[in-house]
């Protein structure tokens, strides 16, 4: 343990990237952190590198370059721009554990830059795995590479796995808070705004994710991403509604034995397990504490009303790209609705049709997915103008 | 895994013991039964070798020797009866497990033994750790053995801990059903009979710890086995009353996540995995499904109307020979209640008295455990006849 743990973190200013410096910051003698980069937040991400002085930095917005560049002159911090240097970065030689927190479909490339140049992945960009999980997993196995999973439910299942190997998994059940709008009928989602949909219940999360909370969809992705990080069987998967967001996910072994973790809902756990794994470091996280939650609820999801997790339920269940294509949609609905262009219930509707509309393909080709992400855009754009 | 696992019951007629073997039948290419062993009850004893055709069988009660051995006359089964052929049979080289399910103190004798013929400790009979736990780790770390727990709440942290062993424990839960009398007051309990303790809300167990658990003795004691069996301090040990018994015991660790074992009450799983660790076998055992059991609720355990788990928490704190004069009073205590001598508060009442008149003594020493079980035992008996 005496050398330090080189973290790379793709996505610094997000809901996770912030945190994830939080954690970091917390074992400046056990963390060593080379690499910060964002989308286009220039002013966080400077402030950033002032305070943690990495090795380089990124601002994928390349109109914002001189205004970093200019902004670190007196720093010692190499500052690059563009898609390019963000899959450049992850393969430099200080870096242990590339922490991928990018949102959407903009975390495929890097991820595999990083997988390819031999880095552990702490994996919080889910849509990596959904997109295009059958390449990833494939190429991680190929270059012995490790993907530990930070998003809370995944890490759940994967604590649950520790020292399991040589036991199958019968079954998981990732849980669900169920979201803003749990319980409620088709008439009252009807009249949802994006105000309503922004409030989480549990979790403070980026304004996409939050959505996809609402919606279901997030879930839908976790049970895609689920598959392709635990090997299992669509439906070796089920979805538990689970309000209190105590129990984060179990796992159901083959001689009927069922482990679950547990804990307050605070995603600084599972991103520092992420980049620790299989060491747990000391925190003073608050603790759980049965006498605040003596009743832990359990519910079946609704998934005639929440459309989303039963249209992911049927991208995993035939395969090919059409996860792909499920979640290019559904980047492109979600956005809509957050301009207002599209109500909530039209989500899952534009969703629908854009996979109903593509071009089946099972080749776990990088470049199919390039296109199927494209195609599924445009389509999606298509159907919005139309309603 | 060609090599079948050699395995000794001792208690093969009591609760333990029956399920024990019920889980063996299921895997006849897999385990290989080669030690049965009864108190008393030679008609089930005589069974069980017909159909089992162990090595060799042994009776403790010696007057019951001869019927055994002329029901087995046909068999090719050797025939033991008394103290000391329990303790010898569990060196037998065919045997890799040994099944320690005798009642109460009884048990510590044969599981010495056994730990110092190395052979690995399926540990059903609690009181041996809370009898002499000190002198019984000692012993096991000495002779490289490992001690398998089969209580359901020690069997759910020994889960939880699996693959965790470079990491701290915070904090151990175990949970109570609350037993029969959960929520009831001192003047409610003044009125109970042995017919309503008899009565578990969860779990078929036998008499004497059906009424432990209905006293919270039986949490009790499962707190100073817990102490034993993951080195922990008193206060990393708390009891959670949980009356559905579905969540089976937790583990929290130093940075805060906390795991749960889980599934529907069934000793055949703990007693499985105690046999099998690492491995997982297969089973049929029916599956906890979230719909029965959509509240999971928790409550604090009652520690001042239910004396006895106070007193467990206080001779583990003072420590020495105090925990194994509580379980000889104890045991005699409830012998009393099961015979109507004495009524049920009066069970912590002895429980107490006879703990307040223990000559302190720290010494982990064998011959210091017997004499303190002695003048436990009397001092209780007398206690009783005052009532």
Redesign the interface.
């Known amino acids: 343990m005496s050398e330090k743990i080189g973290i790379a973190i793709l996505g610094s200013t997000g809901s996770i990237g912030t945190q994830a410096l939080e954690v970091i910051e917390s074992y400046p003698d056990r963390f060593d952190l080379r690499v910060l980069t964002a989308h286009s937040n220039a002013a966080l991400l400077i402030a950033q590198a002032k305070k943690f002085e990495p090795q380089c930095v990124v601002i994928g917005d390349e109109s914002k370059y001189l205004l970093v560049k200019e902004a670190l002159e007196k720093e010692d911090i190499l500052v690059y721009a563009g898609e390019n240097a963000l899959a450049e970065v992850t393969t430099l030689d200080s870096v242990h554990v590339v922490l991928t927190a990018l949102v959407g479909y903009a975390g495929l490339k890097p991820t595999l830059a990083a997988i390819r140049a031999k880095k552990n992945i702490a994996l919080a960009n889910k849509e990596t795995l959904v997109v295009a999980g059958e390449l990833v997993t494939k190429e991680a196995r190929k270059y012995g590479v490790s993907i530990y999973p930070v998003d809370s439910e995944h890490s759940a299942i994967f604590?649950?796995l520790?020292?399991?190997h040589?036991?199958?998994i019968e079954k998981i059940?990732l849980t669900a808070s169920g979201g803003p709008f749990r319980g409620w009928s088709t008439e009252q989602l009807e009249k949802v705004k994006k105000e309503h949909a922004l409030k989480h219940p549990n979790w403070v999360m980026g304004a996409k994710i939050t959505i996809d909370s609402a919606s279901l969809m997030n879930k839908g992705l976790e049970v895609i991403e689920a598959k392709w990080l635990f090997d299992l069987k669509p439906e070796q998967i089920d979805v538990?509604v689970h309000p209190q967001s105590i129990?984060h996910s179990?796992v159901?072994?083959?001689?009927?034995?069922?482990?679950?973790?547990?804990?307050?809902p605070?995603m600084k756990?599972p991103i520092?397990?992420a980049l620790t794994f299989?060491?747990?470091?000391?925190?003073d996280?608050?603790?759980?504490n049965?006498?605040d939650?003596?009743?832990?609820?359990?519910?079946?999801a609704d998934r005639k009303t929440f459309r989303n997790l039963d249209l992911a339920f049927e991208a995993l269940t035939k395969g090919g790209n059409l996860a792909c294509s499920l979640n290019a949609a559904n980047e492109v609905s979600v956005a809509a609705f957050l301009k207002d262009e599209i109500s909530f219930l039209d989500i899952a509707k534009i969703n629908e049709a854009t996979m109903n509309a593509t071009q089946f393909n099972t080749s776990a080709d990088y470049d199919v997915y390039v296109q199927t992400d494209q195609l599924a855009r445009e389509y999606a754009q298509n159907a919005i103008q139309l309603i």
């Open positions: 604590q649950c520790t020292g399991e040589m036991n199958a059940y538990i129990v179990l159901q072994f083959e001689d009927g034995s069922m482990k679950a973790q547990m804990g307050l605070d756990l520092q397990y299989p060491y747990r470091w000391k925190t996280f608050p603790r759980f049965f006498m939650y003596p009743n832990l609820t359990f519910e079946q």
